[in-house]
C-alpha cells in the first residue's frame, strides 16, 4: 500500500489529453514539493517534473505539473505513442516515519 | 554528463547479506544527497534510504530500518548500501539515485540498477 494513490491505469488515443492525479496528505504533498517521474519500459525512472510544476532542461512543454491542497496532477497533451509509460509522483513525508515517498505508478496506454 | 553505475547485485540466500556500490562521476559528489530506491519485479517504485553530503543526516524506510546500512566516500565518488539479514520480499533493482541539491528538485539522475535476487 504506497503512501500516495495514484490510478492504476489511464488510457487516451494519440493525440489526446490525459491527466494522471496523485493524492497524499499534510505530512506529505501538503507540506512539500512534488515531482514526477516517467518510467518507459525496460528502464530507469526519468525526472519529469519537479518542484510541483517545472520541467527540467529537455522535457517538452506537453507535460505539466500542478498541486492543490494535498493533491497533485500530471498533464500530458498531444499524447505520442512513445509516452506509453509508467509514471510515478514522488515527495518527501515529514511524519513519524521520515523520508520520501512515491505513489504506486500509474501505466498510461496510448490507444 | 552526470553518471552513476551500480553493482554488487546478484543472487542471496534469505538470511544472507550484500553490499551494494555506486560509482558516480562529472558532478561534485559530496554537494548532493544520495538515495537508494528498489523496485520488485513488476511493482512500484520504493524509496529505501538517503544520505546527506557530508553524512549528517541518514534515513531509511521502514521496512529496512535495522538491517540496512547507507553509507558513502566522498574522497572515491561512491555510495554503498550494506544489506544484512536479507529476506525474500528484499528482491528487487535497485537504484542509485542523486536528490537535487534541494529536496524541491526532486531525484534528478538515477543509475541503470543492479537486480538482487533473494532466494533459498
Known amino acids: 500500500q504506497s503512501v500516495l494513490t495514484q490510478p492504476p491505469s489511464v488510457s487516451a488515443a494519440p493525440g489526446q489529453k490525459v491527466t494522471i492525479s496523485c493524492s497524499g496528505s499534510s505530512s506529505n504533498i501538503g507540506n512539500n514539493y512534488v515531482s514526477w517521474y516517467q518510467q518507459l519500459p525496460g528502464t530507469a525512472p526519468k525526472l519529469l517534473i519537479y518542484?510541483?510544476?517545472k520541467r527540467p532542461s529537455g522535457i517538452p512543454d506537453r507535460f505539466s505539473g500542478s498541486k492543490s491542497g494535498t493533491s497533485a496532477t500530471l498533464g500530458i497533451t498531444g499524447l505520442q505513442t512513445g509516452d506509453e509509460a509508467n509514471y510515478y509522483c514522488?515527495?518527501?513525508?515529514?511524519?513519524?516515519?521520515?523520508?520520501?515517498?512515491f505513489g504506486g505508478g500509474t501505466k498510461l496506454t496510448v490507444l | 554528463e552526470v553518471q552513476l553505475v551500480e553493482s554488487g547485485g546478484g543472487l542471496v540466500k534469505p538470511g544472507g547479506s550484500l553490499r551494494l556500490s555506486c560509482a558516480a562521476s562529472?558532478?561534485?559528489?559530496?554537494?548532493?544527497?544520495m538515495n537508494w530506491v528498489r523496485q520488485a519485479p513488476g511493482k512500484g517504485l520504493e524509496w529505501v534510504s538517503s544520505?546527506?553530503?557530508?553524512?549528517?543526516?541518514?534515513y531509511y524506510a521502514d521496512s529496512v530500518q535495522g538491517r540496512f546500512t547507507i553509507s558513502r566516500d566522498n574522497a572515491k565518488n561512491s555510495l554503498y548500501l550494506q544489506m544484512n539479514s536479507l529476506r525474500v520480499e528484499d528482491t528487487a533493482v535497485y537504484y542509485c539515485?542523486?536528490?537535487?541539491?534541494?529536496?524541491?528538485?526532486?531525484?534528478?539522475?538515477w543509475g541503470q540498477g543492479t537486480l538482487v535476487t533473494v532466494s533459498s
Open positions: 518542484d510541483n510544476t
Open positions: 544520505i546527506t553530503g557530508s553524512s549528517t543526516y541518514i
Open positions: 539515485v542523486r536528490e537535487g541539491p534541494s529536496r524541491y528538485l526532486g531525484f534528478d539522475y
Open positions: 562529472e558532478f561534485i559528489f559530496s554537494s548532493y544527497s
Open positions: 514522488g515527495t518527501w513525508d515529514n511524519s513519524l516515519s521520515v523520508g520520501w515517498v
